[in-house]
């Protein structure tokens, strides 16, 4: 059973993670202070007498080392330095709390990469308008004609990327209803095996309970014969007595 210390962990963790997941402005510390919080109590939680298995703590501390990366990786100025920084950036592996069927920290990563790519394609246009300024004519008309073939690819990638997420996210599904139903099955399949023992057992119970009662019945049969024979003899015997024989 998890500690207090270990509950109050999970809450924040998970609170940090929602803040991470929103759009923030410069303003925000919350994340900042609440990151802060999570490494004093992920030290006390190593420490404390009941602490969780060596597997649970690494993912701990995988997942506020991913939010501190992330927050030094919001202090960069550079687009392309963001996006670099987030590459580097290792996300937790297992959901945080019962309902996430994604790791919340893997959601984030996706976010943010996703924001840098923006705003790394926003600079580039930004600094390509200002470079078209002082071209020619043509040269401008060849750069439209050359933006319009690299966004209808930028377009197609886009959409590409969201079939990929859709099908990564029909395929988990899958998964966990298959896992569903082979759980039910084990479960029924562990059900109908205690049901064999226990008919198994009643029966063994009834077989020696049979055998004792023929036991018995070979018994009695056994002295009626010797008490039927017994009789008979006795009675030729009398009747022998009885009835001389003839001279």
């Not at 649970?56 to 501390?61: A, I, M």
């Not at 600094?127 to 050359?146: F, H, I, K, M, V």
């Not at 886009?158 to 998964?175: G, H, I």
Request: hydrophobic share 40%; aromatic share 6%; charged share 30%.
């Amino acid at each position: 059973m998890a500690s207090r210390l270990e509950i109050n962990f999970v809450r924040l963790l998970s609170r940090c993670e929602a803040i991470a997941s929103e759009k923030r402005g410069e303003a925000e510390w919350r994340l900042e202070k609440y990151v802060g919080a999570l490494e004093e109590m992920l030290v006390a939680l190593r420490k404390s007498p009941s602490k969780p298995t060596p597997e649970v703590l690494t993912e701990y501390t995988r997942k506020v080392d991913f939010l501190k990366g992330l927050l030094e990786a919001e202090k960069l100025t550079s687009p392309s330095d963001k996006a670099l920084a987030n590459q580097f950036l290792a996300p937790g592996r297992t959901p945080t709390i019962a309902n996430e069927r994604m790791p919340a920290t893997k959601t984030v990563h996706m976010q943010t990469k996703a924001r840098c790519t923006g705003e790394m394609r926003d600079e580039l246009l930004e600094t390509d308008l200002r470079n078209r300024r002082g071209l020619p004519l043509d040269e401008r008309q060849s750069a439209a004609e050359l933006d319009a073939i690299l966004q209808h690819h930028h377009n197609l990638q886009e959409k590409l990327a969201e079939d990929m997420l859709n099908l990564a996210r029909n395929l988990k599904n899958n998964t966990l209803a298959a896992q569903n139903i082979i759980k039910q099955d084990n479960q029924t399949l562990s059900q109908s095996m205690r049901q064999a023992d226990l008919n198994f057992e009643k029966l063994k119970t009834e077989s020696e309970r049979l055998e004792q009662h023929t036991k018995k019945s070979v018994n009695w049969l056994l002295w009626l014969m010797l008490i039927l024979v017994s009789f008979t003899f006795i009675s030729m015997i009398l009747f022998i007595r009885i009835f001389p024989r003839l001279r």
